[in-house]
């Protein structure tokens, strides 16, 4: 059974830093693109990074660029988002998700298979 168990979130303050980490469960890990989602109230789910199976290649929206920094560690099968000069337009229900099926970074939901279940991060001002 596949599982991805999201960890980390919280409430911080503008500038601050949280680490967020995805467990997954499977033997699909190690063979799957990973990425990090995030959604707030009234808002349309949207792409935050990507990371390659090997972690080689990296991909992070334009409003993260430069603050977030997305790895992951195959012999625990974790995937990590560390999140730094946080603003309160970070704020929102983090995912981590799972594509087993392709080969290069997508930053679409909809091609992602599996999902965690979500972890929030609160971001004040």
């Known amino acids: 059974q596949v599982q991805l168990v999201e960890s980390g979130g919280g409430l911080v303050q503008a500038g601050g830093s949280l680490r967020l980490s995805c467990a997954a469960s499977?033997?699909?890990?190690?063979?799957?693109?990973m990425g990090w989602f995030r959604q707030s109230p009234g808002k349309e789910r949207e792409f935050v990074a990507a990371?390659?199976?090997?972690?080689?290649?990296?991909s992070y929206a334009d409003s993260v660029k430069g603050r977030f920094t997305v790895s992951r560690d195959n012999g625990k099968n974790t995937m990590y988002l560390q999140m730094n000069s946080l603003k309160p337009e970070d704020t929102a229900v983090y995912y981590c998700?799972?594509?087993?099926?392709?080969?290069?970074?997508?930053?679409?939901?909809?091609?992602?298979?599996?999902w965690g279940q979500g972890t929030q991060v609160t971001v004040s001002s």
């Open positions: 998700a799972a594509d087993s099926n392709t080969k290069t970074i997508v930053v679409v939901p909809s091609r992602y298979d599996y």
């Open positions: 990371i390659s199976w090997s972690g080689t290649s990296t």
């Open positions: 499977g033997r699909f890990f190690s063979n799957s693109i």
